[in-house]
C-alpha cells in the first residue's frame, strides 16, 4: 500500500500556507503488510498546510484486548486513543476527535458499545461510522466482500433504532457507501431527522469495472441525488475521498502523481456541485489519508483544496476548511 513516488521528491509551491485547517477524516492503520500511525501522519501533515487539527475515523480494525465480540470495536477506539494522546506528548499532530465504529443494528442495545467508546475515548469520541457500502460487482471494487454491509442495512428498523440512539446521545453518523446507494441513504436521512448524518466521500462515485465507460452517466444521476439529499437539514458533506482506486482516475497506478491541477480539472465538478446544494456552511475538505495517498502527496492535495475554493468568498473558505468540522465534530 505504497504509491510508485515518494512525497518528498515531489513539490509544489504551498497555497495560502498560513490558513487554518482541520482534515476532517484521516485513518491510522496498522498491518504486517503497511503501518501509517503518528509518525507517517505527522509528516504528511507537516509538508507545507496548516493542519490545525484532525479527525481520526474507524478503519475496521480489531485489536487485542478482552472484548466480546459486539465490543471489538471499542479495541481500535482505545488504539486511537492511546496514539492521539501519543502525538499530544510529542507536541506533533492534534487528534481531537475519534469516529469508532458499532453496529448500529443491535438497535437500543447499542447503548452499551456507546458508552464503553465514551469510557474508552471520553470528550475525544463524536461519532461512529458503521460501512454501509454493498457491491454487486465484488471483483470490481478493491474493499473485501467481508467488508459489505447487508443491502437493506438502511432500511433495517433495528439499524434505525440504533442510529436514532446515537443521536439522543450526541454523538453523528459517518456514512460512507457507494453511489448507487444514495437513494436509500436519503430515505435513511428523512427517517432520522434527530440524528446528525456525515456524508463521506461523496457517496463514492464508481469509476472501475462496468463503471468506467459509465462516468458521465454516473455523474449525472449523481447529481440529482446530491441535490436531493441536500434538502435534507440533518446532512453534512465532506468534500473528499474521490482519489482512491475505486474512483478509477487511475493515478494510483501512475508513476507519478497528478499535480494540483489536473487533480482540479478532473474533480472540480464534484466539488462545486456538493457546495452549490449544500451550501460552505455544510461542507468540509478531508484528506482521507493514507487510502487516498495512493494517488497524490497531502501537500497537493490540499493545493487542489485550495485552487477549488478559490472562487468562494472568504467567509465560505473558512466554513470548507475549518468552522464546518469544528461545529460538526463539536471541537470548541
Not at 439529499?229 to 508513476?255: H, I, S, T, Y
Not at 465560505?316 to 464546518?324: C, D, N, S, V
Request: aromatic share 12%; with cysteine.
Amino acid at each position: 500500500m505504497e504509491p510508485k513516488w515518494k512525497a518528498d521528491e515531489v513539490f509544489e509551491t504551498i497555497i495560502d500556507p498560513h490558513r487554518p485547517i482541520i482534515d476532517a477524516h484521516f485513518h491510522f492503520l496498522r498491518s504486517p503488510e503497511f503501518t501509517y500511525e503518528i509518525e507517517e501522519y505527522g509528516r504528511d501533515t507537516s509538508s507545507g498546510h496548516n493542519i490545525i487539527k484532525s479527525i481520526f475515523i474507524e478503519g475496521i480494525q480489531d485489536f487485542d484486548g478482552e472484548y466480546p465480540p459486539h465490543l471489538k470495536p471499542v479495541s481500535e477506539t482505545e488504539y486511537a486513543a492511546h496514539l492521539a494522546m501519543r502525538a499530544r506528548e510529542q507536541k506533533g499532530v492534534t487528534v481531537a476527535g475519534i469516529v469508532g465504529r458499532a453496529d448500529l443494528s443491535l438497535g437500543d442495545a447499542v447503548e452499551e458499545v456507546l458508552n464503553a467508546h465514551l469510557t474508552t475515548a471520553g470528550d475525544l469520541l463524536k461519532g461512529i461510522r458503521q460501512i454501509a457500502i454493498r457491491e454487486p460487482y465484488v471483483n470490481a471494487v478493491s474493499v473485501p466482500e467481508a467488508c459489505f454491509a447487508p443491502g437493506d442495512l438502511y432500511e433495517q428498523p433495528a439499524f434505525r433504532r440504533g442510529l436514532k440512539r446515537l443521536g439522543q446521545m450526541g454523538l453523528s453518523f459517518d456514512a460512507w457507501h457507494y453511489h448507487h446507494q444514495l437513494q436509500d441513504f436519503i430515505k435513511l436521512a428523512r427517517a432520522t431527522p434527530e440524528t446528525l448524518l456525515i456524508l463521506d466521500h461523496f457517496g463514492t462515485p464508481l469509476g472501475v469495472g462496468p463503471y468506467r465507460e459509465r462516468r458521465k452517466e454516473i455523474f449525472d444521476r449523481w447529481r440529482k441525488d446530491i441535490a436531493e439529499l441536500a434538502k435534507c437539514p440533518n446532512v453534512v458533506a465532506k468534500l473528499g475521498g474521490l482519489a482512491m482506486r475505486d474512483n478509477g482516475f487511475g493515478w494510483d497506478e501512475a508513476q507519478n502523481p497528478p499535480s494540483s491541477d489536473i487533480f482540479v480539472s478532473a474533480q472540480a465538478p464534484y466539488y462545486h456541485h456538493t457546495i452549490e446544494c449544500f451550501g460552505a456552511e455544510r461542507c468540509m475538505f478531508e484528506s482521507n489519508f493514507p487510502v487516498d495517498k495512493m494517488s497524490l502527496p497531502y501537500h497537493i492535495l490540499f493545493n487542489g483544496f485550495k485552487k477549488i475554493a478559490n472562487c468562494y468568498s472568504a467567509n465560505e473558505q473558512e466554513f470548507l476548511f475549518y468552522h464546518t468540522a469544528d461545529r460538526t465534530y463539536r471541537l470548541s
